[in-house]
């Protein structure tokens, strides 16, 4: 079981993970922090664990030429992997015989082991999956499919992602001055979400942390490929504490994950609860 984090800023400790996560600026979406490719290129040279890099975002027909001579030029580093969105960078793969390995990142759409091995099938290596799944589920994923999963341990989870400048509108609709991280509550769930709008689009997050750590003993019995820390819109010192605690939970069997709930909470989302859809009487 390996644990990758997606830092803020990159610092040196970084290294006792077995690897990072690092958003491509101008090629992703829904992080509050991005790294240019000489700032990749830098880190990749010093860090010793597993690299991957996040192009997530919805790429047009205007960024198609960019987003080639960028693919070719990530082929030349040691990456160890891609998450993408856009079906453009599955189709450069094929086309450029890139070697670097392709990470399934469609958001809500990665809930099945036939669609995981389909995409197997095409040549991506991983999967990452959704949070709206249940641990059953990913289990199951996990037994069932060629592919290699990675699952959120600890998040502020993305709910949902415009290309609109939806607060932008908003604001200009009411003739009131931009305000961004916005919060927002749902009328009848009562529930809060927070609403960050970038260049690229608008972002909507669940206002509470994500906190896997109770499946973390049926993970490591069932041999779980990957866990997945984002540090973004997490106290830094409570973030770093908890993925100390479960790194040292699953590479010496120190077991301290008690702790991890009083730093961040119990919210285990949707991992054991599914998602039940019933048709309203009129």
């Keep these: 079981m390996k644990l990758i984090v997606k830092p803020l800023k990159y610092r040196d400790n970084l290294n006792k993970y077995d690897g990072i996560i690092l958003p491509l600026k101008d090629f992703s979406i829904n992080y509050d922090t991005y790294f240019t490719l000489d700032e990749i290129r830098k ?38 992997g891609i998450f993408f969105y856009d079906l453009s960078i599955l189709e450069f793969k094929r086309e450029l015989k890139l070697k670097t390995d392709l ?9 099945n082991y036939e669609t995981c091995d389909f995409y197997y099938s095409k040549g991506v290596r991983y999967a990452y999956l959704s949070n709206e799944i249940t641990l059953d589920e990913a289990l199951e994923i996990n037994k069932e499919s060629n592919i290699t999963l990675m699952l959120t341990m600890i998040a502020l989870p993305v709910v949902g992602t415009s290309y609109r400048h939806l607060l932008t509108n908003y604001y200009k609709a009411w003739n009131k001055p931009f305000k961004n991280n916005l919060e927002i509550e749902e009328e009848k769930t009562k529930e809060k979400f927070v609403v960050e709008e970038e260049k690229d689009g608008t972002t909507f997050k669940y206002n509470k942390i994500l906190n896997n750590t109770r499946c973390l003993e049926n993970l490591k019995e069932n041999n779980f490929p990957y866990l997945v820390f ?17 790194n040292d939970y699953t590479k010496k069997g120190i077991n301290n994950l008690e702790t991890v709930y009083d730093l ?13 859809y019933r048709v309203k009487k009129k």
């Design 264 to 276: 961040i909470g119990r919210n285990t989302g949707f991992s054991y609860r599914k998602t039940i």
């Design 43 to 80: 880190i990749r040279s010093k860090y010793k664990g597993e690299v991957f890099l996040v192009l997530n975002k919805m790429m047009f027909n205007k960024d198609l030429d960019n987003l080639k001579e960028v693919l070719l030029e990530i082929d030349k580093l040691d990456i160890t």
């Design 230 to 246: 984002i540090e973004d819109g997490i106290d830094e010192d409570k973030f770093y504490k908890s993925v100390d605690i479960i």
């Design 103 to 111: 990470v399934w990142n469609s958001n809500h759409q990665v809930t």
